[in-house]
Nanobody, 122 residues
Framework: QVQVVESGGGVVQPGGSLRLSCVAS????????MGWYRQAPGKERELVAV???????NYGDSVKGRFSISRDYAKNTVYLQMNGLKPEDTAVYYC????????????????WGKGTLVTVSS
């Protein structure tokens, strides 16, 4: 079983910064893709940023140039550095993990954390 836990959310003023962290645990040998999605009230969940195990990244259009994703492969951890935050970035941010190898068995299903709330407000 894979557990995914996010941390780092909170309240920040417009223009401020936050750093989110996500740890995946559970006898994991490797993870193909780790990333972040977000869901604002009344809206669908959308891509924020993902990174593959070879370092390829993909960002949602609304966060390009402001957010940066990084991974610590040894710790099965992914980070999201968010700069220049705007009120429209307010959402619950979810960590997503795909392509997990546990005891030489590949698991293709996605795993999700419970989310961490980011509120951008003055």
């Amino acid at each position: 079983q894979v557990q995914v836990v996010e941390s780092g959310g909170g309240v920040v003023q417009p223009g401020g910064s936050l750093r989110l962290s996500c740890v995946a645990s559970g006898s994991i040998s490797s993870i193909n893709v780790m990333g972040w999605y977000r869901q604002a009230p009344g809206k669908e969940r959308e891509l924020v940023a993902v990174e593959t195990r070879v370092g390829t990244t993909n960002y949602g259009d609304s966060v390009k140039g402001r957010f940066s994703i990084s991974r610590d492969y040894a710790k099965n951890t992914v980070y999201l550095q968010m700069n220049g935050l705007k009120p429209e970035d307010t959402a619950v941010y979810y960590c997503n993990v795909v392509g997990v190898v546990i005891a030489d068995t590949f698991h293709g299903e996605p795993y999700w954390g419970k989310g961490t709330l980011v509120t951008v407000s003055s």
